[in-house]
Structure formats: C-alpha cells, structure tokens
C-alpha cells in the first residue's frame, strides 16, 4: 500500500513550498501517513463538519491534570480510525519541564510495516 499522496505541510500546518520548483510540494508513502497521523492529534474532533469523529478530545483536557493512561486511550482510539493503521502498538507518555506532553507512539500498518511517531501535544496544560 502506498499510504496516499497529498500536499505536504510544514511543522507548523502551513503549505510547504518546494524552493526549486516554487510549487507546492507533495508527500507520499509513508511520509504521508506520519504527517495524517500528526494532523489527527492535532485537529479538534468535530472541527471538520465533514468527517466529525476525525481528530481527538485531547483539547478539551486543558486545565486538567491528564492521567498518561487516558492521554494513551484518547490518542489510540483517534488513530485507530485512520484504516491504513491497523494497531497501535506502542505509546510513551512523557513531560517536559516546559509543560509540553511529549509523545512516541509506534504503530503497525495494515501491510505490517511497523512506523514511529514521534512529536509533542502543543497544548501545554495538559500537565
């Protein structure tokens, strides 16, 4: 499986522009379902009218103190919806001193090849 092909986006959701060719870069295969993964841990759940269970409640934690094992539950269950992925093997919750939630997450796609994910949660009072 390929995984798709989309547009690619920059580490903060903007267009990516390719310098020598000054169009809109494109990504695939893998590549692709990392930066799917990274959009759905990012999107409110029910922020896209037309695809409303896509993205996660994580947001709605703000304020509270997040145990690890919900932020766990919470991530699995949004990225178990994506039907290229078919289990999430692996997820490890740390903090950093600047109140950012830092993830690592391994899962295991539907033509079993095994892909990590890593990033931080930018909502910084999920601590």
Same mark, same amino acid.
């Given at each position: 499986?390929?995984?798709?092909?989309?547009?690619?986006?920059? =580490?903060?959701?903007?267009?990516?522009?390719?310098?020598?060719?000054? =169009?809109? =870069?494109?990504?695939?295969?893998?590549?692709?379902? *990392?930066? !799917?993964?990274?959009?759905?841990?990012?999107?409110?759940? #029910?922020?896209? *009218?037309?695809? @409303?269970?896509?993205?996660?409640?994580?947001?709605?934690?703000? #304020?509270?103190? !997040?145990?690890?094992?919900?932020?766990?539950?919470?991530?699995?269950? !949004?990225?178990?919806?994506?039907?290229?992925?078919?289990? %999430?093997?692996?997820?490890? &919750?740390?903090?950093? @001193?600047?109140? %950012? *939630?830092?993830?690592?997450?391994? %899962?295991?796609?539907?033509? $079993? $090849? =095994?892909? $990590?994910? &890593? +990033? +931080?949660?930018?909502?910084?009072?999920? *601590?």
């Amino acid at each position: 499986m390929s995984y798709g092909t989309n547009i690619k986006l920059s =580490s903060d959701f903007d267009l990516d522009f390719s310098s020598t060719t000054k =169009s809109l =870069s494109i990504i695939s295969g893998t590549d692709n379902l *990392v930066q !799917a993964t990274k959009i759905i841990l990012n999107t409110f759940e #029910g922020e896209n *009218v037309f695809i @409303p269970n896509f993205g996660t409640r994580l947001q709605d934690l703000i #304020g509270y103190n !997040a145990s690890d094992n919900f932020i766990k539950y919470t991530v699995k269950n !949004a990225l178990m919806r994506d039907s290229r992925i078919k289990s %999430v093997d692996k997820i490890y &919750v740390s903090r950093s @001193p600047n109140r %950012v *939630v830092n993830l690592k997450i391994t %899962v295991t796609t539907v033509d $079993e $090849e =095994s892909v $990590e994910l &890593v +990033g +931080g949660l930018a909502w910084n009072k999920l *601590v």
